[in-house]
């Protein structure tokens, strides 16, 4: 059993930054395992915000680039999203996936972020 619980959502005001984290839990080694951070709009389809691998390589949405960073602490079985420069649109709840390729996949359950003045 697996387990992602992620953290550090909340109301934002435009500009301002957030750090999620999102713990792995259970029977996981989590340095094998690729990292993501999704988001999901009412709405709108859950997309992709930022990847890493286990190797540390990172990926991110073109609408986040130069603005998120995502990080990972393998020693706490831990990773991150660094937000800064929040706008309106970032508001949507940010959903933590960890996967060994398509067949080994986990999420977690999300976190709400809002960005309102």
């Known amino acids: 059993q697996v387990r992602l619980v992620e953290s550090g959502g909340g109301l934002v005001q435009p500009g301002g930054s957030l750090r999620l984290s999102c713990t792995a839990s259970?029977?996981?080694?989590?340095?094998?395992?690729?990292m993501g951070w999704y988001r999901q709009a009412p709405g709108k389809q859950r997309e992709l915000v930022a990847g890493?691998?286990?190797?540390?390589?990172?990926t991110y949405a073109g609408s986040v680039k130069g603005r998120f960073t995502i990080s990972r602490d393998n020693a706490k079985n831990t990773v991150y999203l660094h937000m800064h420069s929040l706008e309106p649109e970032d508001t949507a709840v940010y959903y933590c996936?960890?996967?060994?390729?398509?067949?080994?996949?986990?999420w977690g359950q999300g976190t709400q972020v809002t960005v309102s003045s």
């Open positions: 890493i691998r286990s190797g540390g390589t990172t």
């Open positions: 259970g029977t996981i080694v989590f340095t094998n395992y690729a």
């Open positions: 996936k960890a996967d060994l390729g398509e067949l080994i996949v986990y």
